[in-house]
């Protein structure tokens, strides 16, 4: 789970919150997102709660889940330059 000092919390939290906005959106609760995508619903739970650096295979299993382009759940997310 991301700490709080994780630089990235902020934009685990928004892609989090863009991912329930699109699953209600689709009339879909935690545990129907979870059987469209084989993930468990602990799992969809932890991610759209900012709790936990999800992998990109588990963001393209959620985008897939809910009939929408990756980039719809991660759009406008910015993150911290990681140069100096």
């Not at 799992?43 to 929408?68: D, F, W």
């Amino acid at each position: 789970m991301p700490g709080a000092d994780d630089p990235y919390r902020a934009a685990y939290v928004a892609i989090g919150a863009q991912i329930a906005a699109a699953r209600l959106a689709e009339g879909l609760t935690q545990e129907q997102l979870a059987d469209r995508t084989g993930l468990h619903t602990v799992m969809v739970s932890r991610v759209e709660r900012g709790r936990t650096n999800a992998r990109l295979s588990t963001l393209l299993r959620i985008a897939s889940g809910l009939g929408v382009d990756l980039g719809e759940l991660v759009g406008g997310v910015t993150v911290p330059s990681e140069r100096g």
